[in-house]
C-alpha cells in the first residue's frame, strides 16, 4: 500500500512516531487518478504537457535497459504515434468514400429512380445499362423519373409539376432527418467544425465536441444534409470528422490518453487527412493543417500528418467513390498556355474574390448574432426546414442549381471538347473546319450558350444570397464547395466574355500578338477555377495551401501562376476591409478564447494595467506555505471560481514558492479525506520539503508538495504587454504571475490577455466568456 511504501522510504524520528506522521506525511508521493487533468471549457497548459511528456519518455527510457520486455514496451511506444497515424487514415478515408458513395445515390433519389437495382446512382443506373447512346447518356430505360414511374409520362406539364413536388419534399424529408439526429443525440456536431478544431489546437477543452456520437451523427447528417441540396459542402465536417478518429484512437494509447498536450499533436495530423480526402488533395491537405488550423506544429507533427494524409487518400482512392479511378472530383484536361494579358481578368476575378468574401463574412456573422440575440435561435429546426423549403422551390427550376454543387463546379471547370454535350458548349461550329479532336478553335457563341449564361448569373445570385443563410444552422455545413461554386459561376460567365471579345475582335491590339483566327486561344474552364480559388480565398484567407489544393483538385499544372495571382489579389482586398476569415469571426462571436498568431499587438501598456487584483478589487486570493489548514483551502475553493492558487511563503511577506491549481487541489483533499486516517479539517496543508514538529495532540498534517508547481511563470509588474502577450501565445500559458523583486502583485491569465486585447480594438471585452 501506499503507507508501506511511504514509511519504507522516510526514516522516521522518534519523535514523529509519536503522532504517526512518519509513515503517512508522505502519502501523495504515489499519483492519484485524475491529477494534471482539466476542467471542461478550459485552457491547457502546454508547458506543463510538454514536460510531463519529457518525464514519461524518460522514465522509459531508464527502463528500457533493464530487461528485454521493457525494451519491447519502449519500441511499441516509439511506433504508436505513426500506428494512430495508420488507423486515422484507414478510418477517415473509408468514411469519406462512404459518404460520397452516399451522398451521390442519395441526391438523384430526389429526381427518380433506377429500375434494375434500386442503390445505383442515374450514373451508374445507365452506366450498366446496354441501351445507352452517346448523345443521350443522361438517358437509359433503367432510370426512371418518379412521374415516369407514377403516371407514365415522361414529359409535359403534370410530369413537371409532380417531379417538383417531390424533389422539394425529399429535400425537405432529409434536412428535417438531420437537423432532428442533431439536435437529439450530438448537438455538437452542426456547422462546420473548423472553427472550434482550430480553438481545441490552441489548447482549449471542449469535452464530447470530439466524441464517438458526435462522429457517428455527423458521418449520417452530413449525407443528409448534403443530398437535401441545401448549399453547403462536405469538406469542413468532414475535418471535423478526421478528428473525431484521431481522438477516438488517441483513447486507445494512454502515450496520448493522459497528455493534452500530445493529443493535440495527433488531431493537426487528423486535420490534414481530413482535407486530403474531401479533396483528393494529400500535400495540400498537410499545408492546409499547417497554414489554417494548427496552434502548434512540430516537424515530427509536419512527417505524421504527411503520413496519414497519404494513408487516407490512398483508402479512398482504393474504394474509388466517383468510378473515374481519380482521387479528385474535378479532374481538367486541358493542356492550353495562358498568356500574360489574361493576368488581368484573373486578377479582376481576385477582386471580386476579395470582396464577395468581405461581403459574405459580413453578412453571416450579423445573420448569425441574429440568430444567437433573438428568438430565431429557439427554433432551430423550423429554420432549417425554412430555409430547405426556399432553397429547393428556387433550385429546380434552374437546371445548373438543382443538380448537385459538385456537378456544377465539374461542369464549370470543364473545357468544351468536341464529344461535350452540355449547354455550355453550344457554339456555332464552322462546317468546312477540319476538326481535330483535342484543340477545336474560338467559335462564336450558339443560342444555347447565351442561355446558359442568363441561367448562370442567375444561380449565381442565388448562391451568394441563400449560402450566407445556411453556413452556421444546425446542421452539417461546409463551406468550401459553394465558395468555389460562386467563384466558379463568376469566372465562367468572365471567360465566355472574353472567349467572344477574342473571336470577334481578334485585330485589337491586346489580342494581337497571341491570338490568331483560327486559333484556341481562351479557355473559359480556366476562369472557372481561378475565380474559386478566389472566392474560397477570399472566405477563408488561406494562401499557399489554397493554390497546392486547386491544382491537386484539377490536376492543372500548368496554371499556378494565375492560381497564385488570383489568391493574393483575393487576400489582399479582403484584408483591406477587415483581417479576420469566416473562421476567426465565428471564434469571436462564439467568444472562444483564441490567441491569433496573426494579430499584431501594438499599444504601449504593461503588465501592471491588465493584471488582476486591480486597484478596488479584493486581494489576491493564495495559500500560505505552512499555516493553512485543510479548512481554509476548502473554503477558498468554494468561495472563488479561480482555476488556480499562487503559494507564498506567508501573508506578510507575499514571497512567491509556486503555483497549484484548482482541480489539483481539490482531489488532493477528497483523496486524502478518503484514503488517509486523521486527516480533518483543522489538519495543517504543508507545501514545503519537510514538516515542522508538531505536538502529538494536534490532528494529522497535510503534505501537498506534489501538486505544487514550483517553478510558474512570472513577468515583473514593468514587463510590455507586447512581450506578455508573445510569451502566452508563444509558450501557450494558462496564467502568469506578476511579481517586483519576488514579491507577488497579481496575476494575468489567458482570458485577461484577450479582453485586453479586445479593449484596445474598441470592442466589447465581456464577449469572451470561457477561462
Known sequence: SAELRASCATPTTPNEEMNGAGNLMDFLDEPFPDVGTYEDFHTIDWLREKSRDTDRHRKITSKSKESMWELIKSLLDAWSGWVVMLLIGLLSGTLAGVIDLAVDWMTDLKEGVCLSAFWYSHEQCCWTSNETTFDDRDKCPQWQTWAELMTGHAEGGGAYVLNYFLYVLWALLFSFLAVSLVRVFAPYACGSGIPEIKTILSGFI????????????????????????????????????????????????????????????????????????????????????????????????????????LVAAFTLRAINPFGNSRLVLFYVEYHTPWYMAELVPFILLGVFGGLWGTLFIRANIAWCRRRKTTQLGKYPVLEVIAVTAITAVLAFPNPYTRRSTSELISELFNDCGALESSQLCDYVNNPNMSRPVDDIPDRPAGPGVYNALWQLALALVFKIVITIFTFGMKIPSGLFIPSMAVGAIAGRIVGIAVEQMAYHHHDWIIFKNWCRPGADCVTPGLYAMVGAAACLGGVTRMTVSLVVIMFELTGGLEYIVPLMAAAVTSKWVADAFGKEGIYESHIQLNGYPYLDVRDEFTHRTLATDVMRPRRNDPPLAVLTQDSTTVEDAEALIKDTDYSGFPVVVSRESERLIGFVQRRDLTLAIKTARQKQDGVVSSSMVYFTEDAQQLPASDPQPLKLRRILNLSPFTVTDHTPMETVVDIFRKLGLRQCLVTRSGRLLGIITKKDVLRHMAQMMNQDPESIMFN
Open 206 to 309: 471542449i469535452r464530447g465536441y470530439l466524441g464517438k456520437w458526435t462522429l457517428l451523427i455527423k458521418t449520417v447528417t452530413l449525407v443528409l444534409a448534403v443530398s437535401s441540396g441545401l448549399s453547403l459542402g462536405k469538406e469542413g465536417p468532414l475535418v471535423h470528422v478526421a478528428c473525431c478518429c484521431g481522438n477516438l484512437f488517441c483513447s486507445l494509447f494512454s502515450k496520448y490518453s493522459k497528455n493534452e498536450g500530445k493529443r493535440r499533436e495527433v488531431l493537426s495530423a487528423a486535420a490534414a487527412a481530413g482535407v486530403s480526402v474531401a479533396f483528393g488533395a494529400p500535400i495540400g491537405g498537410v499545408l492546409f493543417s499547417l497554414e489554417e488550423v494548427s496552434y502548434y506544429f512540430p516537424l515530427k507533427t509536419l512527417w505524421r500528418s504527411f503520413f496519414a494524409a
